[in-house]
């Protein structure tokens, strides 16, 4: 079975900046999405297991970056000019096929706990 395990949320302003970690294991493709009370899942961002693909929900395009360390079996989502509206619970989720980087939750085969990310205006 394999284990994600998210850190680094939190309490932000608005305008700040936070990075979520996911701690993984194997070949896949990462995934971010995030849930917001009384709402559906949904996509945030993605990369391939090399690391030469990325792809983002508009809403957070310029604002967020996914990367990955490989050698430290870490993926990353750095968040700068958080909105109000970013506040949700954090997932990450791997795919067990690494080349493609699929937008919706059901593509994913494992996911993490998640990690709350709270920003206030």
């Known amino acids: 079975q394999v284990q994600l395990v998210e850190s680094g949320g939190g309490l932000v302003q608005a305008g700040g900046s936070l990075r979520l970690s996911c701690a993984t294991s194997?070949?896949?493709?990462m995934g971010w999405f995030r849930q917001a009370p009384g709402k559906e899942r949904r996509f945030v961002a993605a990369i391939t297991w090399i690391g030469d693909s990325t792809n983002y929900a508009d809403s957070v395009k310029g604002r967020f970056t996914i990367s990955r360390d490989n050698a430290k079996n870490t993926v990353y989502l750095q968040m700068n000019s958080l909105k109000p509206e970013d506040t949700a619970v954090y997932f990450c989720?791997?795919?067990?096929?690494?080349?493609?980087?699929?937008?919706?939750?059901?593509?994913?085969?494992?996911w993490g706990q998640g990690t709350q990310v709270t920003v206030s205006s």
């Open positions: 194997g070949r896949y493709t």
């Open positions: 989720a791997a795919r067990r096929i690494p080349i493609t980087i699929p937008t919706t939750a059901g593509n994913y085969d494992y």
